[in-house]
Nanobody, 116 residues
Framework: QVQLVESGGGFVQPGGSLRLSCAAS????????MSWYRQAPGKERESVAS????????SYSVYVEGRFTIYRDNAKNTVYLQMNSLKPEDTAVYYC?????????WGQGTQVTVSS
């Protein structure tokens, strides 16, 4: 059974940092492309960042590029999202997704709230 478990969310002031983790089990992690998405209240879920399975190449939403960094540790079956210079508009539930050969798996999400 595939499981993706996010952690690391919380409350932070503007300008602060958080690191999200997504621990995967039940799948061959190294072959999966991994992504982070977020969904703010009343808005659609949007892609934030992704990292490939092979080359480790990354891509980012224009709204987070230069502030967020996605990286993975295949030995730990974990993908991370380092979030710096957080803004109130980054407030959302953050989800990780694993993708391979047409199959997608999602985690349950972790809340990030940025407020003074």
């Amino acid at each position: 059974q595939v499981q993706l478990v996010e952690s690391g969310g919380g409350f932070v002031q503007p300008g602060g940092s958080l690191r999200l983790s997504c621990a995967a089990s039940g799948l061959r992690f190294s072959v999966y492309a991994m992504s982070w998405y977020r969904q703010a209240p009343g808005k659609e879920r949007e892609s934030v960042a992704s990292i490939s399975s092979t080359t480790g190449s990354t891509s980012y939403s224009v709204y987070v590029e230069g502030r967020f960094t996605i990286y993975r540790d295949n030995a730990k079956n974990t993908v991370y999202l380092q979030m710096n210079s957080l803004k109130p508009e980054d407030t959302a539930v953050y989800y990780c997704k694993a993708s391979y050969s047409g199959s997608d798996y999602w985690g349950q999400g972790t809340q990030v709230t940025v407020s003074s």
